[in-house]
T-cell receptor
């Protein structure tokens, strides 16, 4: 079974803190993603990575950065946490595009981040 | 830009009955993929069913089937013989061919009444 794990289920941080969210997958997937999930908005893509040290901005990258030093690990960094970054953060992974049919994304359990 | 719309924030169904969740999307592409994902309470999101736009036949997975209307840009999910374990948030998602980015709808919460 594919496993995508996230370092924390719940996290409470103060405004201005630097926050690291970690994601690890064990299926040798090339692609990894970070989403933010908010009620009524669905999931919105923050960043994705298609290879080690490669990254691309998603739809809402402002206030976030990412790091992928190893294939199995993808980190989301909030440089200076703000209250409007309180949300559920989901990590996902998938095989590289080009394998048809479009491969599904496998999701982690999510990290509910509260910034006070 | 591609968009995905789920107009039903919440749906309710009696156990053993059938329910249909709606999804519409907007795209100018001809080749793409559509997905329904399920997110049970406090559990990980999983894929329910997927549809390739170039296939006319509607996808089915056991009790789950889709009604794919390409011209109308509609992609509804039908759940037959609903079970208590079907209670979850359901998200419709779109992926353009040669892309690995999913665009999600806002989700529909499905309640199953015993």
């Amino acid at each position: 079974d594919v496993k995508v794990t996230q370092s924390s289920r719940y996290l409470v941080k103060r405004t201005g803190e630097k926050v690291f969210l970690e994601c690890v997958q064990d299926m040798d997937h090339e692609n990894m993603f970070w989403y933010r999930q908010d009620p009524g908005l669905g999931l919105r893509l923050i960043y994705f990575s298609y290879d080690v040290k490669m990254k691309e901005k998603g739809d809402i990258p402002e206030g976030y950065s990412v790091s992928r030093e190893k294939k199995e690990r993808f980190s989301l960094i909030l440089e200076s946490a703000s209250t409007n970054q309180t949300s559920m953060y989901l990590c996902a992974s998938s095989f590289m595009v080009g394998i048809k049919p479009a491969d599904e994304q496998y999701f982690g359990p999510g990290t509910r981040l509260t910034v006070t | 830009a591609q968009t995905v719309t789920q107009s039903q924030p919440e749906m309710s169904v009696q156990e053993a009955e059938t329910v249909t969740l709606s999804c519409t999307y907007d795209t100018s592409e001809s080749d793409y993929y559509l997905f329904w994902y399920k997110q049970p309470p406090s559990r990980q999101m999983i894929l329910v069913i997927r549809q390739e736009a170039y296939k006319q036949q509607n996808a089915t997975e056991n009790r789950f089937s889709v009604n794919f209307q390409k011209a109308a840009k509609s992609f509804s999910l039908k759940i037959s013989d609903s079970q208590l374990g079907d209670a979850a948030m359901y998200f419709c998602a779109y992926e353009m061919d040669s892309s690995y980015k999913l665009i999600f709808g806002s989700g529909t919460r499905l309640l199953v009444r015993p």
